[in-house]
């Protein structure tokens, strides 16, 4: 791609060159509320400010249209707008993850990126292997951004080169979702969930034997399929990411013995449904009672209150070797090839929607997880987790959490991935030779960047 003009990506603006600017692109930068060159008296003129037009931006978010989410990501637009007159930011709701990923892509090869959006954390790599993304830690940061009050868990994967590139903003990791209704029907205590796998396939066929549950367990394995097997892996004592952007760990004795499991909860355990499990069927099928113990992202708590007539918990996923989880969820990027003014007013609108109170605000909405510790401390998520202490389980699973699969062609590579899950639990190839077709495809793409 060539890119006319491009900065340098070690220029950051210095606090005295900001302060020197003194045009107007500089104070809508700051997100200030005055105009360059206008006194106090000329801008507090309505005439005089309704003659300006205000810096627009564009914010590219991975929701449907109709999508639950789309009202309460509107919502915080308009008051991000109504509290900063002189930056109106128009929100594009841009459809799936992948969808958005591909939006972007193309875009920023049209030289026409977007000023911000929220894209996965594992996208981060992808962005910068195509010079899209601005170091948000070259930009002037207000009294709203505090890098140490966000969980290390989700701050790591924001870092690459000694630089910050992101901000978490929806973050999740899978948990454990069990039917206690169901677990004390079978003569088990509700609130003991399994810990371990052995656990989870006995207490699968007591619940199934009483009548509970159709099914005991499922695990989706159709979208990202490869990140819930991330943390069979993990568990097992691999994480699937490699040691660095051009390797992955597909084809190893943890992996397989992972995906080998994983399958033989339809063929040998029988507590699984055969075939593909659909992401999006789980929690319907878990809310009504089909499953008894479901494995899916904190993302879904919210729906899965709504919709459960019965009393449910959540749990760690339960371990093999040891406990483990990957972290996952989205985070937010400022673009390259945006105008300077534009990048810090960009930066502006990133620092409001991660900020403490609005953090709160969407872990409350949504049932992500908190991104920032502080919010854990708001009278609001004490209230919530006092009415809902399902939502407590990730934050202190956070602590066996590893960072998501991802590299270079990350969307490629998971692809591999979930294709050689689905392969397995289908039954078109086994487990061994699934995962060795995955990391031979794999180290073909990944090559050319070792």
Wanted: charged share 20%.
């Amino acid at each position: 791609m060539c890119v006319m003009n491009r900065e340098p990506v070690n220029r950051p603006i210095s606090r005295r060159q900001f302060t020197q600017l003194g045009a107007a692109g500089a104070i809508a930068a700051a997100g200030l509320p005055r105009l360059a060159g206008a006194s106090s008296r000329r801008y507090s003129n309505p005439a005089f400010r309704r003659a300006q037009e205000a810096m627009k931006l564009s914010f590219f978010y991975p929701v449907g249209v109709a999508g639950p989410l789309a009202q309460v990501m509107q919502g915080m637009v308009d008051s991000f707008n109504a509290e900063h007159p002189d930056i109106q930011v128009e929100a594009s709701f841009t459809g799936s993850y992948a969808d958005t990923s591909t939006k972007v892509q193309t875009t920023v090869q049209a030289d026409n990126p977007p000023d911000v959006a929220v894209l996965l954390a594992t996208d981060q790599q992808t962005m910068l292997d195509l010079d899209a993304i601005y170091p948000v830690s070259d930009l002037e940061s207000n009294e709203l951004f505090d890098p140490d009050d966000f969980l290390p868990a989700y701050w790591a994967d924001t870092q690459a080169d000694g630089k910050t590139w992101s901000v978490p903003f929806q973050r999740s990791t899978p948990v454990l979702y069990y039917n206690k209704t169901a677990l004390e029907g079978a003569g088990l205590d509700p609130e003991t969930p399994p810990e371990t796998w052995d656990d989870l396939v006995a207490f699968s066929k007591e619940i199934m034997a009483a009548g509970g549950a159709r099914w005991g367990v499922e695990i989706p394995s159709t979208t990202s399929a490869y990140w819930l097997f991330q943390a069979l892996a993990i568990q097992s004592g691999q994480t699937l990411k490699g040691e660095d952007p051009a390797h992955v760990n597909f084809d190893t004795p943890a992996a397989v013995e992972a995906l080998t499991w994983m399958v033989g909860l339809s063929t040998k355990g029988a507590v699984m449904p055969t075939g593909a499990i659909d992401w999006s069927a789980g929690p319907t099928d878990f809310s009504s009672a089909t499953t008894a113990f479901l494995y899916h992202s904190t993302g879904s708590l919210v729906s899965i209150n709504s919709q459960a007539k019965f009393e449910f918990g959540t749990a760690f996923l339960p371990k093999n070797k040891e406990f483990g989880v990957p972290t996952g969820g989205g985070n937010m990027y400022v673009f390259r090839d945006i105008p300077e003014d534009r990048r810090q007013a960009a930066w502006t609108f990133v620092q409001w929607m991660t900020s403490t109170e609005q953090a709160t605000h969407w872990s409350l909405q949504s049932g992500y997880v908190p991104t920032r510790m502080s919010v854990t401390e708001t009278q609001e998520w004490k209230d919530y987790v006092a009415e809902t202490p399902q939502a407590t389980t990730a934050l202190e699973q956070l602590k066996y959490a590893q960072p998501e699969l991802t590299g270079h062609q990350s969307a490629q590579i998971q692809k591999i991935m979930d294709d050689a899950i689905q392969a397995a639990v289908t039954e078109q190839a086994s487990p061994e030779d699934a995962l060795r077709n995955a990391q031979e495809q794999a180290d073909s793409i990944l090559s050319q960047f070792r």
